[in-house]
């Protein structure tokens, strides 16, 4: 298969572990044979500097035009104190925006033979295996009016969504649990929130569509606290922008480690976005010590929700656990008696598992 895409390291350690989904597709394709093109752009922090906006019309083209896109990590603190046009993460909300991505997958699970690393107990968090569906171009981050009033004595923002926007991400949300266990948790905040009920309703309706899902509505203040005391309990969780935001946070620290931790961002005829959950990374940036494993996991989402290559995603997956399981891992991760090793060496072992087999 032919495929092509983009690639937009933006800043930090994001131009670094950029390099390593590049040469873990390089070697899927040579094992599959597949044909992956490449095109580079700038984005956030990099895209700020060379071309005075955080999210150039050159690279909307680039990614308009791609089968899909992977991201590195927008931000650092050479930009914290731009006015907010002209902030990094600008360039994030307007590529989501621009490419119509409205989901935004999580998926959150340990891994093996690392060592307990999160700061809940290990009982607790054992054996959670949970996705987070997240709405990611409605709601409170786009409702307007969002404006200072009253010369700044009063502000108001906007939970805005129509029955369509919350259709699609709930029909997600099913879809993804009938891959998975088969149950789906809606979190809301239907108790106080107009928006809420009506997001209530359309799970409601849904259901019947979807007879092998049983499903349970859950208030989001409730949730937060089952996730850390009871994560076990979560198959997949479809929520709304904000609270989608917030819990997929919170559900990163089960596994103890941002380096870990893939997503995906989808738009509804399969193109998507795919970036580590952890940022830029400045106290490490340019050290070569960054965990290039959530990157690498995010490429094997890509091959599997964008490209349908679910065998090759598989393999990525399986790569990584085996290099666990050597004990190889960065800075970043503890394993017993396990070798310690940067970036590039991570990167090298995975590869070579991935050209190993087959
Ligand atoms: P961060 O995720 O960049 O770093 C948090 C901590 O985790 C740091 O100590 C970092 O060294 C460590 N870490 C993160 N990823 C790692 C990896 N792959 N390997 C090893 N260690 C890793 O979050 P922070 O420090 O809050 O933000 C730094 C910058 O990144 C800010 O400008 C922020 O706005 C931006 N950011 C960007 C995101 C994105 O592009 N999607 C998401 C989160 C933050
Ligand atoms: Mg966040």
Not at 236 to 249: A, H, K, M, R
């Given at each position: ?9 933006g ?35 990099a ?34 104190n ?80 129509s ?94 480690s ?34 290039p ?10 091959l ?55």
């Amino acid at each position: 298969m032919k495929k092509h895409v983009v690639l937009l390291p933006g800043d930090g350690i994001g131009k670094e572990v950029i390099n390593s989904a590049k040469d873990v597709l390089n070697a899927i394709a040579e094992e599959f044979n597949h044909e992956f093109s490449f095109e580079t752009h700038e984005i956030g922090g990099a895209a700020i500097d060379q071309y005075g906006t955080p999210l150039p019309e050159s690279t909307v083209e680039a990614c308009g035009r791609a089968d899909a896109v992977l991201l590195g990590a927008v931000g650092g603190p050479k930009w914290d104190n731009n006015p907010s046009h002209l902030r990094p993460e600008r360039g994030l909300l307007g590529i989501r925006k621009a490419l119509d991505l409205y989901a935004n997958l999580r998926p959150i699970k340990g891994f093996k033979n690392l060592l307990h690393a999160s700061p809940l107990k290990e009982e607790v968090v054992k054996g959670s295996d949970l996705l987070i569906v997240r709405e990611l171009t409605g709601g409170l981050y786009f409702g307007t009016p969002s404006e200072r009033r009253d010369n700044g004595q009063s502000v108001v923002d906007t939970l805005a969504y129509s029955r369509k926007e919350i259709e699609r991400i709930v029909d997600r949300g099913f879809q993804a649990a009938q891959q998975r266990r088969g149950h789906l948790t809606s979190v809301d905040k239907a108790n106080v929130l107009e928006s809420s009920k009506l997001w209530r309703e359309v799970v409601e309706e849904k259901k019947s569509q979807y007879p092998d899902v049983s499903v349970d509505h859950v208030l989001v203040d409730a949730a937060a606290m089952k996730l850390i005391t009871n994560p076990t309990q979560f198959d997949v969780i479809v929520t709304e922008n904000l609270f989608g935001d917030i819990l997929s946070d919170e559900a990163s620290v089960l596994t103890g480690s941002l380096g870990m931790l893939p997503s995906a961002s989808l738009r509804e005829d399969g193109v998507g976005l795919y970036e580590p959950v952890h940022g830029s990374a400045p106290d490490i940036a340019g050290k070569g010590i960054a965990n290039p494993v959530a990157m690498i996991l995010s490429t094997a989402l890509m091959l599997r929700y964008s490209f349908q290559m679910e065998n090759e995603g598989k393999l990525i997956e399986d790569a990584v656990q085996s290099v666990l399981d050597a004990g190889f891992h960065t800075a970043d991760l503890q394993i017993e008696n396990g070798s310690l090793v940067g970036t590039a060496e991570m990167t090298k072992h995975i590869v070579d598992f991935i050209k190993s087999q087959n």
